[in-house]
Protein backbone atom coordinates (compact mmCIF):
# COMPACT_ATOMS: atom_id res chain seq x y z
CA UNK A 1 0.00 0.00 0.00
CA UNK A 2 1.37 3.48 -0.69
CA UNK A 3 1.38 5.82 1.67
CA UNK A 4 1.82 9.69 2.69
CA UNK A 5 1.58 11.98 5.31
CA UNK A 6 -1.41 14.09 5.12
CA UNK A 7 -1.23 17.09 7.31
CA UNK A 8 -5.04 17.23 7.85
CA UNK A 9 -5.65 13.76 8.15
CA UNK A 10 -7.42 14.34 11.72
CA UNK A 11 -7.07 18.11 11.74
CA UNK A 12 -10.06 19.12 14.28
CA UNK A 13 -10.05 16.14 16.06
CA UNK A 14 -9.30 15.75 20.17
CA UNK A 15 -6.40 13.50 21.18
CA UNK A 16 -5.00 12.61 24.58
CA UNK A 17 -2.01 11.19 25.37
CA UNK A 18 -1.74 10.21 29.02
CA UNK A 19 2.13 9.52 29.26
CA UNK A 20 3.35 11.55 27.00
CA UNK A 21 6.92 12.69 28.21
CA UNK A 22 9.39 11.18 26.10
CA UNK A 23 9.47 7.69 24.23
CA UNK A 24 6.68 6.36 22.98
CA UNK A 25 4.30 8.33 24.41
CA UNK A 26 5.71 11.24 22.74
CA UNK A 27 6.16 9.68 19.47
CA UNK A 28 2.47 8.84 19.64
CA UNK A 29 2.08 12.77 20.00
CA UNK A 30 4.11 13.60 17.45
CA UNK A 31 2.67 11.58 14.78
CA UNK A 32 -0.89 12.59 16.01
CA UNK A 33 0.32 16.54 15.33
CA UNK A 34 1.55 15.66 11.82
CA UNK A 35 -1.65 14.49 11.23
CA UNK A 36 -3.22 17.80 12.67
CA UNK A 37 -5.05 16.54 15.46
CA UNK A 38 -4.93 18.79 19.04
CA UNK A 39 -3.29 16.32 21.45
CA UNK A 40 -3.37 16.70 24.98
CA UNK A 41 0.02 15.78 26.67
CA UNK A 42 -0.14 14.40 30.05
CA UNK A 43 3.08 13.62 32.11
CA UNK A 44 5.34 14.20 35.58
CA UNK A 45 8.26 16.08 33.92
CA UNK A 46 8.16 19.25 33.25
CA UNK A 47 10.02 22.24 32.97
CA UNK A 48 10.35 22.50 36.98
CA UNK A 49 9.81 19.13 38.14
CA UNK A 50 10.88 16.16 37.52
CA UNK A 51 9.63 12.48 37.76
CA UNK A 52 11.78 9.72 39.64
CA UNK A 53 13.40 9.63 35.99
CA UNK A 54 15.30 12.49 36.60
CA UNK A 55 15.81 13.20 32.74
CA UNK A 56 15.95 16.30 31.13
CA UNK A 57 12.84 15.37 28.82
CA UNK A 58 9.83 17.39 29.60
CA UNK A 59 6.10 17.67 28.70
CA UNK A 60 6.02 20.99 27.39
CA UNK A 61 8.78 20.05 24.91
CA UNK A 62 6.42 17.35 23.70
CA UNK A 63 3.64 19.70 23.18
CA UNK A 64 5.80 22.05 21.54
CA UNK A 65 6.84 19.41 19.29
CA UNK A 66 3.57 18.85 18.24
CA UNK A 67 2.84 21.95 17.31
CA UNK A 68 5.52 22.38 15.43
CA UNK A 69 4.67 19.54 13.36
CA UNK A 70 0.80 21.00 12.26
CA UNK A 71 -0.96 20.02 15.23
CA UNK A 72 -2.35 21.75 18.40
CA UNK A 73 -0.02 20.64 21.73
CA UNK A 74 -1.12 20.91 25.12
CA UNK A 75 1.09 20.21 28.09
CA UNK A 76 -0.77 18.98 31.61
CA UNK A 77 1.32 18.14 34.32
CA UNK A 78 -0.44 15.26 36.50
CA UNK A 79 0.27 11.81 38.05
CA UNK A 80 -1.95 9.38 36.48
CA UNK A 81 -1.91 7.63 39.51
CA UNK A 82 -4.13 10.38 41.63
CA UNK A 83 -7.48 10.03 40.94
CA UNK A 84 -8.42 13.55 41.87
CA UNK A 85 -5.68 14.47 39.19
CA UNK A 86 -7.05 12.67 36.20
CA UNK A 87 -11.32 13.60 37.45
CA UNK A 88 -10.13 17.40 36.76
CA UNK A 89 -8.19 16.71 33.90
CA UNK A 90 -11.08 15.02 32.69
CA UNK A 91 -13.23 18.11 33.50
CA UNK A 92 -10.70 20.51 31.50
CA UNK A 93 -11.28 18.63 28.58
CA UNK A 94 -14.79 18.77 28.86
CA UNK A 95 -15.35 22.29 29.31
CA UNK A 96 -12.24 23.01 26.52
CA UNK A 97 -13.13 20.63 24.07
CA UNK A 98 -16.44 18.72 25.01
CA UNK A 99 -15.04 15.39 24.14
CA UNK A 100 -12.33 13.01 23.16
CA UNK A 101 -11.78 11.31 19.73
CA UNK A 102 -8.68 8.95 20.33
CA UNK A 103 -7.07 8.25 24.13
CA UNK A 104 -3.39 6.82 24.26
CA UNK A 105 -2.66 5.21 27.39
CA UNK A 106 0.87 4.76 27.22
CA UNK A 107 1.62 5.52 30.93
CA UNK A 108 4.51 3.52 31.87
CA UNK A 109 7.11 5.15 34.49
CA UNK A 110 8.85 2.21 35.69
CA UNK A 111 11.33 1.84 33.65
CA UNK A 112 13.84 2.80 36.17
CA UNK A 113 12.37 0.30 39.03
CA UNK A 114 12.77 -2.83 35.87
CA UNK A 115 16.20 -2.09 36.04
CA UNK A 116 18.79 -2.72 33.39
CA UNK A 117 19.81 -6.82 31.99
CA UNK A 118 21.81 -7.80 35.53
CA UNK A 119 18.19 -7.25 37.11
CA UNK A 120 16.25 -9.24 34.82
CA UNK A 121 15.36 -12.78 35.75
CA UNK A 122 15.31 -12.26 39.16
CA UNK A 123 12.55 -14.70 40.69
CA UNK A 124 9.98 -12.90 42.57
CA UNK A 125 10.87 -14.26 46.27
CA UNK A 126 14.18 -12.76 45.41
CA UNK A 127 12.50 -9.73 43.79
CA UNK A 128 11.84 -6.77 46.11
CA UNK A 129 8.65 -6.16 46.86
CA UNK A 130 7.77 -2.37 47.55
CA UNK A 131 9.78 -2.15 43.79
CA UNK A 132 7.30 -4.78 42.52
CA UNK A 133 4.05 -4.14 44.00
CA UNK A 134 5.24 -0.34 42.56
CA UNK A 135 5.85 -1.24 38.65
CA UNK A 136 2.15 -2.92 38.98
CA UNK A 137 0.81 0.46 40.49
CA UNK A 138 2.37 2.70 37.60
CA UNK A 139 1.55 0.25 34.45
CA UNK A 140 -1.76 -0.98 35.41
CA UNK A 141 -3.39 1.34 37.96
CA UNK A 142 -3.00 4.07 35.80
CA UNK A 143 -4.45 2.71 32.76
CA UNK A 144 -7.27 1.95 34.84
CA UNK A 145 -7.63 5.39 36.24
CA UNK A 146 -7.12 7.13 33.22
CA UNK A 147 -9.63 5.77 31.00
CA UNK A 148 -12.25 5.56 34.27
CA UNK A 149 -12.35 9.37 33.85
CA UNK A 150 -11.61 10.02 30.53
CA UNK A 151 -13.27 7.38 28.11
CA UNK A 152 -16.94 9.34 29.12
CA UNK A 153 -15.80 11.76 26.94
CA UNK A 154 -14.61 9.33 23.89
CA UNK A 155 -18.15 7.49 24.11
CA UNK A 156 -20.02 10.44 23.59
CA UNK A 157 -20.31 9.54 19.66
CA UNK A 158 -19.50 6.48 17.89
CA UNK A 159 -15.94 5.81 16.37
CA UNK A 160 -13.76 7.02 19.43
CA UNK A 161 -10.53 5.33 19.43
CA UNK A 162 -8.46 3.59 22.71
CA UNK A 163 -5.34 2.56 22.29
CA UNK A 164 -3.60 0.88 24.83
CA UNK A 165 -0.04 1.03 24.96
CA UNK A 166 2.22 -2.37 25.82
CA UNK A 167 5.31 -4.71 25.41
CA UNK A 168 4.48 -7.63 23.29
CA UNK A 169 1.78 -9.22 21.53
CA UNK A 170 -1.10 -11.37 23.26
CA UNK A 171 0.67 -14.14 21.38
CA UNK A 172 4.66 -13.86 21.86
CA UNK A 173 3.31 -13.05 25.34
CA UNK A 174 1.79 -15.84 25.99
CA UNK A 175 4.81 -18.43 25.69
CA UNK A 176 7.66 -16.02 26.71
CA UNK A 177 8.52 -15.01 29.91
CA UNK A 178 9.21 -10.91 30.34
CA UNK A 179 12.18 -10.27 32.28
CA UNK A 180 10.40 -10.87 35.81
CA UNK A 181 6.91 -11.85 37.42
CA UNK A 182 6.24 -8.25 37.79
CA UNK A 183 6.45 -6.74 34.43
CA UNK A 184 5.16 -9.70 32.62
CA UNK A 185 1.93 -9.44 34.68
CA UNK A 186 1.64 -5.78 33.98
CA UNK A 187 2.36 -6.14 30.33
CA UNK A 188 0.02 -9.36 29.84
CA UNK A 189 -2.38 -6.66 31.84
CA UNK A 190 -2.53 -4.08 29.42
CA UNK A 191 -3.61 -6.25 26.46
CA UNK A 192 -6.20 -8.08 28.14
CA UNK A 193 -7.58 -4.20 29.40
CA UNK A 194 -8.02 -3.11 25.43
CA UNK A 195 -9.33 -7.16 25.36
CA UNK A 196 -12.06 -6.13 27.93
CA UNK A 197 -12.43 -2.17 27.49
CA UNK A 198 -13.14 -3.35 23.74
CA UNK A 199 -15.89 -5.27 25.01
CA UNK A 200 -17.72 -2.38 27.24
CA UNK A 201 -17.05 0.18 24.56
CA UNK A 202 -18.71 -1.87 20.97
CA UNK A 203 -22.43 -0.84 22.16
CA UNK A 204 -21.00 2.75 22.23
CA UNK A 205 -19.38 2.49 19.05
CA UNK A 206 -15.93 2.60 19.94
CA UNK A 207 -12.72 0.65 19.50
CA UNK A 208 -9.79 -1.21 21.63
CA UNK A 209 -6.51 -2.11 20.42
CA UNK A 210 -3.64 -2.70 22.18
CA UNK A 211 -0.35 -1.20 20.73
CA UNK A 212 3.28 -3.16 21.18
CA UNK A 213 6.24 -1.02 19.41
CA UNK A 214 9.38 -3.31 18.50
CA UNK A 215 12.47 -2.26 19.81
CA UNK A 216 12.49 1.55 20.65
CA UNK A 217 14.95 3.83 20.07
CA UNK A 218 13.74 5.77 23.27
CA UNK A 219 15.76 8.84 24.38
CA UNK A 220 17.22 6.21 27.14
CA UNK A 221 18.05 3.88 24.92
CA UNK A 222 20.18 6.20 22.10
CA UNK A 223 21.43 7.07 25.34
CA UNK A 224 22.45 3.96 26.62
CA UNK A 225 24.22 3.15 23.15
CA UNK A 226 25.53 6.42 23.24
CA UNK A 227 24.29 7.91 19.61
CA UNK A 228 20.83 10.04 18.25
CA UNK A 229 17.90 9.57 16.07
CA UNK A 230 20.14 10.87 13.74
CA UNK A 231 23.29 8.35 13.33
CA UNK A 232 21.47 5.56 15.45
CA UNK A 233 23.36 3.10 12.94
CA UNK A 234 26.78 4.00 14.56
CA UNK A 235 25.97 1.76 17.59
CA UNK A 236 25.92 -1.48 15.03
CA UNK A 237 29.75 -0.78 14.36
CA UNK A 238 32.50 -2.04 15.64
CA UNK A 239 34.17 0.28 18.04
CA UNK A 240 37.71 -0.71 16.47
CA UNK A 241 39.30 -4.05 14.85
CA UNK A 242 38.24 -7.37 16.80
CA UNK A 243 35.71 -4.82 19.02
CA UNK A 244 32.01 -6.08 19.27
CA UNK A 245 29.25 -3.92 18.33
CA UNK A 246 28.00 -1.25 21.24
CA UNK A 247 24.45 -2.56 20.50
CA UNK A 248 23.02 -6.09 19.67
CA UNK A 249 22.56 -6.83 16.13
CA UNK A 250 18.84 -6.99 16.38
CA UNK A 251 18.79 -3.20 16.72
CA UNK A 252 19.75 -3.32 13.20
CA UNK A 253 15.47 -3.67 13.07
CA UNK A 254 14.82 -0.66 15.83
CA UNK A 255 11.94 1.57 15.17
CA UNK A 256 11.52 5.33 16.20
CA UNK A 257 8.90 6.16 18.25
CA UNK A 258 7.32 8.14 15.63
CA UNK A 259 6.80 4.98 13.66
CA UNK A 260 4.35 3.63 16.68
CA UNK A 261 2.93 7.08 16.50
CA UNK A 262 1.63 6.53 12.74
CA UNK A 263 0.32 3.25 14.02
CA UNK A 264 -1.67 4.95 15.95
CA UNK A 265 -2.29 7.91 13.23
CA UNK A 266 -3.42 4.91 10.62
CA UNK A 267 -6.09 3.28 13.19
CA UNK A 268 -7.80 6.88 13.87
CA UNK A 269 -7.58 7.40 9.84
CA UNK A 270 -9.45 4.10 9.23
CA UNK A 271 -13.34 4.45 8.94
CA UNK A 272 -13.35 0.44 9.13
CA UNK A 273 -10.99 0.37 12.29
CA UNK A 274 -13.72 -1.64 14.01
CA UNK A 275 -12.06 -4.30 12.77
CA UNK A 276 -9.30 -4.41 14.99
CA UNK A 277 -11.25 -4.15 18.22
CA UNK A 278 -9.88 -6.01 20.89
CA UNK A 279 -7.17 -7.08 19.08
CA UNK A 280 -3.23 -6.91 20.35
CA UNK A 281 -1.26 -5.90 17.48
CA UNK A 282 2.34 -4.81 16.70
CA UNK A 283 3.39 -1.39 14.71
CA UNK A 284 5.01 -3.77 12.21
CA UNK A 285 2.07 -5.38 11.61
CA UNK A 286 -0.42 -2.18 11.12
CA UNK A 287 2.31 -0.96 9.02
CA UNK A 288 2.08 -3.90 6.88
CA UNK A 289 -1.68 -3.66 6.52
CA UNK A 290 -1.67 0.41 6.55
CA UNK A 291 1.65 1.09 4.31
CA UNK A 292 2.94 3.77 6.57
CA UNK A 293 6.99 4.24 6.62
CA UNK A 294 9.67 5.48 9.78
CA UNK A 295 11.32 8.23 9.94
CA UNK A 296 14.16 6.90 7.27
CA UNK A 297 11.51 5.56 4.84
CA UNK A 298 11.55 1.86 6.04
CA UNK A 299 9.00 -0.28 7.62
CA UNK A 300 10.89 -2.41 10.64
CA UNK A 301 9.10 -5.54 12.02
CA UNK A 302 11.76 -7.20 15.01
CA UNK A 303 8.66 -9.17 16.17
CA UNK A 304 7.95 -11.08 12.98
CA UNK A 305 11.71 -11.16 12.53
CA UNK A 306 11.72 -13.06 16.58
CA UNK A 307 8.95 -15.27 15.40
CA UNK A 308 9.35 -16.21 11.65
CA UNK A 309 13.68 -16.79 11.88
CA UNK A 310 15.32 -16.21 15.49
CA UNK A 311 13.09 -18.56 17.13
CA UNK A 312 12.76 -20.90 14.43
CA UNK A 313 16.81 -21.36 14.32
CA UNK A 314 16.68 -19.79 10.62
CA UNK A 315 18.80 -17.22 9.06
CA UNK A 316 18.32 -13.85 7.05
CA UNK A 317 18.87 -10.64 6.30
CA UNK A 318 18.03 -7.69 8.63
CA UNK A 319 17.07 -5.61 5.05
CA UNK A 320 14.39 -8.24 4.52
CA UNK A 321 12.68 -7.20 7.59
CA UNK A 322 12.88 -3.86 7.43
Not at 56 to 64: L, N, R, S, V, Y
Not at 174 to 186: E, K, P, Q
Not at 203 to 211: E, M, N
Not at 300 to 320: H, K, Q
Amino acid sequence: MRWSLNPNALRGQIAVVAGATRGAGRGIAAALGEAGATVVCTGRSTRGSRSEYDRPETIEETAELVTQLGGTGVAVAMDHLDPAQVEQLARRIRQDYGHIDVLVNDIWGAEVLKGGPADWNTPIWKHDLAKGLRILHLAVDTHLITSHFLLPLLIDRPGGLLVEVTDGTNDYNASHYRISVYYDMAKVAVNRLAFSQGFELTPHGGTAVAITPGWLRSEIMLEHFGVAEDNWRESLKAAGEGCEPSAPADFALSESPRFVGRAVVALACDPQRSRWNQRSVSSGELAAEYGFLDLDGSRPDVWRFLTEIREAGLEAAYEDYR
